[in-house]
């Protein structure tokens, strides 16, 4: 019979198995943290807006160590965020809202003017130059867990 706290064997010595359990612990806990992708933001900014308007874009940069996608956003400065796509139909530029951005793994994804980006709609107040604006990204992995990415973008003029 084993006691886990202090393991015993019937018939033999008293062993500490408390450093053994730390151990697993933090193995698992390392296992499940490299599991999930890691996303790296660079050079994150929104696009200033003017008194009446409701609606701007978020910019960036990202890259995952594993296969991934962005599966939502979010903002406390706007009632509604969505990942928006921008391109070419017929002759004529079209932006619509993409259901995820798929993310491969250790490559770039631009997130910019004319092409990919984050849709802020509904502001609850006009952003301007210099202002920093919160986000978050909801990751998903190959795995299908889910993270989150904090973002501070800062504002910067048309």
Known sequence: MLDLAVGRVQGSQHFDLRPM???????????????????????????????????????????????????????PVAEMVE???MKMDDGVMKMRAVDALALPAGQPVALKPGSYHVMLMGLKAPIKAGDTVPLTLTVEGEDKQRTTVEIKAEARGR
């Not at 790296?40 to 003017?50: E, I």
């Open 83 to 85: 990942i928006h796509e």
């Open 21 to 75: 359990r730390r151990f697993l612990l933090a193995s698992a806990l390392f296992t499940a943290f490299a599991a999930h992708a890691q996303v790296k933001v660079d050079d994150p900014w929104v696009r200033a807006t003017v008194a009446p308007q409701k609606a701007t874009g978020a910019f960036m940069q990202l890259t995952s160590t594993k296969a991934a996608k962005v599966v939502a956003a979010s903002s």
